[in-house]
Every structure is written in structure tokens, then in C-alpha cells.
């Protein structure tokens, strides 16, 4: 699997598990699935997200 396929794929399973209300360990078991690849793949979509957003000056006077 591609780095963007899975990046979709895990983007989209981040939705479905905040969805089903499981906890991640619940939800990887639930589709028999690493909960470690998950976590992983969390981290590095929250790093994107916060990489995205614009940086503000940390002291303005």
C-alpha cells in the first residue's frame, strides 16, 4: 500500500472509530487490525494537520 492510500485509508478509519464510540484498541480489534499501525498513523496525520496551519508569532510586542 502507497503512502497516500494508506493515508486516506487511516484517515478515513480515524472517522469510523470516533463514530463507533470504541475506544482504538476496541475498534482495531473489532476489524482485527495492528492498533499500532493505528496509533501510528494518528500521529502522523495530526503532525500534517498542525505542519498545515499557519504559524503565529509566539510574542507580538
Known sequence: ?????SHS????L???QQESGLCIKAFCRSR???H????YWLK???KEALSAR???P???T
Open 1 to 5: 500500500m502507497s503512502f497516500f492510500s
Open 58 to 60: 509566539a510574542c507580538t
Open 9 to 12: 485509508c487511516y484517515s478515513s
Open 44 to 46: 502522523e496525520l495530526r
Open 54 to 56: 499557519p504559524q503565529t
Open 14 to 16: 480515524e472517522k469510523e
Open 32 to 34: 482485527q487490525m495492528s
Open 36 to 39: 499500532h499501525a493505528m496509533y
